[in-house]
């Protein structure tokens, strides 16, 4: 169980396209989804906290606008990337918390190119 | 205060040894202290986790300990095998929702 599946795994763009990532909790509801972001051999940097039917809470430096999240129900998240570049290539994961316990599941990654 | 600070950057173990991985942090207000693995293009795994009214807990080969009063925890991998060559990051949470705070992460190599 407790299963978080990413859509699509590999994701190749041109730049100034917009790009959609997908987090399912398969078979968990999860009131909170997570976003991160991984650049090669780093750590995970928390980029928004995500609670079904609200706003998401995007952390200090992270743009709102660029990187538009959507918690529509308790087993999906979406992430849209806008306007890509370059520089917004990266490995992006999800990850969803039951809400009744502690543990928080990943999501095996999206690796975003921007061209 | 927020940060969970964690060593060695890269470690190397003969197959059969024992891997350490150690994590500090500064906050009292953390909780929840999980343990993840990471393959290469994977998102991360939960290994094994604790609260910190427990001072060790073990699951198989991987056991965490636990030392409140230093405010440290550490990763233990009995046996090491080459298929636990991985990264691993510790991690911590100061409240139930809010999002883990993850040290920067430890190379693990286990040669055969």
């Known amino acids: 169980g407790a299963v978080v599946s990413q859509h699509p795994s590999r994701v190749i763009c041109k730049s100034g396209t917009s790009v959609k990532i997908e987090c399912r909790s398969l078979d968990f509801q999860a009131t909170t989804m997570f976003w991160y972001r991984q650049f090669p051999k780093q750590s995970l940097m928390l980029m928004a906290t995500?609670?079904?039917?609200?706003?998401?809470?995007?952390e200090q430096g992270v743009e709102k606008d660029k990187f538009l999240i959507n918690h529509a129900s308790l087993t999906l998240s979406t992430l849209t990337v806008t306007s890509a570049h370059p520089e917004d290539s990266s490995f992006y994961i999800c990850?969803?918390?039951?809400?009744?316990?502690?543990?928080?599941?990943f999501g095996p990654g999206t690796r975003l190119t921007v061209l | 205060q927020q940060q969970v600070k964690q060593s060695p950057q890269s470690l190397i173990v003969q197959k059969g040894g024992i891997s350490i991985i150690n994590c500090a942090y500064e906050?009292?207000?953390?909780?929840?202290f999980p343990w993840y693995q990471q393959f290469p293009g994977k998102g991360p795994a939960l290994l094994i986790a604790?609260?910190?009214?427990?001072s060790e807990k073990k699951e198989g080969r991987f056991t965490i300990s636990f030392n409140k009063s230093a405010k440290q925890f550490s990763l233990h991998i009995m046996d090491s095998q080459p298929g636990d060559s991985a990264t691993y990051f510790c991690?911590?949470?100061?409240?139930?929702?809010?999002?883990?705070?993850f040290g920067k992460g430890t190379t693990l190599s286990v040669s055969s």
């Open positions: 990850s969803a918390r039951l809400w009744t316990a502690n543990e928080q599941f």
């Open positions: 604790i609260r910190p009214d427990v």
């Open positions: 991690a911590a949470r100061n409240q139930a929702g809010t999002a883990l705070i």
């Open positions: 906050n009292t207000a953390f909780d929840y």
């Open positions: 995500s609670n079904e039917g609200s706003k998401a809470t995007y």
